[in-house]
């Protein structure tokens, strides 16, 4: 990991500065017999100046964790679990391990978005969509979600021909994403929506504002994708409140249709009607393409820092304004920071220029001292440069200049280049500025005898937008590389984050259907940017965190009904109580407070702080869960490139039929191939023969598994007539499949599950519990259950759903529950502790502990534990364990182990006695149990569940305690 990951707290250059040795950015000491010292000079181009960040940094993390892979070819696929629901991510470092350079490396994050593409994320945002509007608002959440108001016009320090209509430079750049803008990146989207040419998008003027329309199905229907500014992302229903407004000029006819969304959200759009005209700019259906590649040179790097970094900015050269800055709901920059290797000729394949250097064992020296000498280094990247610091270790003396050109996006070297020269005392340089440049050169000249350059460390930051980052969350994360060259190089990737933080929480969805909602307490998610005229928006956020990092709010999050009977009623109260600081993303199974299930459609929610509306949005249900958490969605498993297919697909009773499936797997994975023929016979192999003995229509279904547990599934029709009869002349065989692709799309990675959905199971409640979030009603719990098996005939119709209630909803490759009760199983000792006098998070894994012994029932003969993956929960307390062959497993909370008596190395059956040892923070998941911080007891009986699903098993059972408490010290349970 290089020495950039310890810059996160602060402005990144000026950091480097400070901690130049510490963090291993120092300069190499002189080497060799008599070598004099070097002398190091460092330059810092373009300080932060982040006035309000360097007051009131963000808090440091409470236990950081370090996750690392290495790969050496595209199509690495590395799976990483977060069983934390405090995860705030800090930094991920791609770091060049080889002497060849590694083209175009992208990693894709764990919802699987290709931020290279708006082709790709269209594809990915609307997998699975039932209809033209449902795929319509899938992109405009999207948009909300991934875009966020940072400032425009003249206050940013790029010019408008960086963004406007270049959707793909407002999804990944950081730094320019106002009204114009926003709305040019869901125009982008919708242009690409499959199929292509189904779906078109225009802007629209409403007085000072821009925002859009968009044509389907035969009409125009308006929207605003405005993130900020309290414009609150919409779309405006009729009237009718069933039918999305037709146009804007129709809304501007019918203002009460805009101004009615204050009273639902606090905010409206309404001032922007008086003297609009609703003017449509052309639809654009082609947008300018941008090659957003970048280089890793060997000993180059780059580390992207995620939210709780926050960069405030207000005096950069090109930017001076005191009431305004630019910010960004969770923040993400990164550091290209490049160290070649002075003492072999490697490095000078890289250089753009150089005369009269030769490398020797102590660095780069003047080939000839008597003559000038120079080399010119690049810093060339596919976002803007925000900031620069240079290390330079100079043997005797050398001087340090950095160029530039005037168009900040032309980034070939040659004529044009303004030249710099760099000062220890001076930061910066506005007729150099790099700020808000794609590229920039430093040259390095030595002069006279003994001069030389031993050591040079560039870094340079960049601002790029923390959505195109690959983060994590909670939950199954499959971290995949794509690179059009890795060039003989491996790739070392780097994790750092913080599980244990008390400013964030996320809640695991409890049900197949419902929505997360993100807030943010002290600091608004997204709107605004003036931070003297109102007390919530995003930039107190850093503020309060460092002053009062303990204190409480009252809160409020209600929903409403948007479109259907009853638009604008109350529907659900999801946190109504004092919270503390931070950033939360709630699960909403899509209930009303009286535990009805709502129907699909649009909602809105209001936050509320002190009884004043600080920030609110639109929200969809849709008839699952979209996006598909990681709790709830299928296991990584195989993907099908080439489906089922038969040769020949017409045969005659009694003919060989040849039957062949084509998948993929994740790397270290193993896959099983079974096919179920449809005459009651079975096979196994990814190419298998079966001879039907009776005419007729068969469905011959393929399921292939992987070790981990995920699967998908194919399958073909073949005709069978008489052997006696004349067979009609058969189907062309099938080519061969071409060799598969190296990495799938990102929307192939969840495989549909089988068309017939199997009944639900009854299971204990799951509490909302965090820091911040009031336990809710009970909800069904629907975490990660098996794989529901493939029908082996065609798929029934689904029963009709009861009177008054909305039809099932659609998985879209959720897992389903496993059929049936979960099996007892007896818990034969348990203890808990829960410490209140012990800072959360002072412990490294948490101060609370407990421990479980217990039995698992009539397990088969020969039953193998290897590769199964085991979730434990008790009392809402969980962790997941990957056994192995001895039925052991070890989570970041503790360990699982599994006692089996074997006979000659094999499992003989019957009961298997399992011990379970968890370490953590989970004083607030077991409030509701009745164990609080003020608890006195002395043998009170307390009840807690106990769920495991082992492979494809669920089990279950309660533990009967007795309670210990000492107030605000200890509190115990044992049974």
Known sequence: MNGTNGLRARGVLRVIVAVTAAAGLGIAPARGPGALAAETRIFVVEDLNDGELLAYPPPPPVHEVVRGFEASSSGHVEQILVASKSLRNLSVTLENRGVGVIRAPYLFGPRGWDFRSLEAIARAATAGARDATEKFHRIHEWKGLHVTNVLGGSYAPYTDKAFSGNPLRVLNQYGHAMCGQGTDAINGLLAVVPPLGSMVARKVKVGSHRTGEAFWDGAWHAFDTTPGTGVVQWVYYDSDDATIAP?????????????RTKAWTGFTAARYLDGATGEPFQVQTDYPHWDFNYNLRPGESLTMHFDMRGRLDRTSARQDNSSMYRSYSDYGSAVFRYVPDLTTSLFRKHLVEERNVAPSAAGLVPADPALPSHVVFEARSTWCFAGATIAAAFKTTGKVSVGVKEDPFDTTYGPGVVWQPLSTAQKEYPGASIEGKMAYWVKVELAGKGSGLERIVIASEVQMSPWS????????????????????????????????????????????????????????????SKVDSYDYRKGRFWERLARSPGALVRAKVEIRRVSGPGAGELVRTLVDRDVRYGAYKLFWDGKDDAGRLLPPGMYCYKLSIGGKAVHGERLYLFPGIWPVPNEVSRAWGPVIDFPAAADPVVGAAGEPIRFELAARRLEGEKLTYEWRFGDGEQGVGASVVHAYGRPGTYTALATVTSSSGGSAWSEVVVKIVEATAAAPPPAPAPSAPPDPPAEPPPESHAQPAPPEPPAPAPAPPVPLTGPAVEPQPPAEDVEDPPPAEPPSEPPQEPEPAPEGLPPPPATGGEPEPAAGAPVPFTVLAFSGTVRFDVPRGAGRRGPDTLRLKGVLPDLPAGWSPEGLLVRASVGGVESTFRL????????????????????????????????????????????????????????????????????????AAEVQAALEAHPGLVARVRG
């Not at 129709?250 to 101004?259: D, G, K, M, Q, T």
């Not at 989570?891 to 006695?913: I, Q, Y």
């Open 469 to 528: 980052m690959p983060g994590l969350e909670h939950g199954l994360n499959a971290v995949r590389l794509e690179a059009k060259d890795m060039g003989g190089c491996r790739l070392r990737v780097t994790y750092r984050y913080d599980d244990e933080s008390p400013f964030h929480f996320y809640e695991p969805a409890t049900a197949s259907y419902g929505r997360h909602i993100p807030i943010r307490i002290g600091g608004v998610l997204q709107q605004g």
């Open 884 to 955: 192995d062959r001895r039925g052991r497993g070890r989570s970041e909370l503790g360990t699982f182990k599994l006692k089996l008596k074997k006979r000659r190395g094999t499992f003989a059956g019957g009961p298997a006695k399992l011990s379970l040892k968890l370490r953590g923070d989970w004083a607030h998941e077991w409030v509701d149990e009745g164990i609080e911080f003020d608890s006195d007891d002395r043998g009170t009986p307390v009840s807690l569940q106990v769920e495991l699903t082992l492979g494809e098993t669920a089990y």
């Open 247 to 259: 146009s804007w000029k129709h809304l501007i006819a019918r203002p009460e249709l805009v101004s």
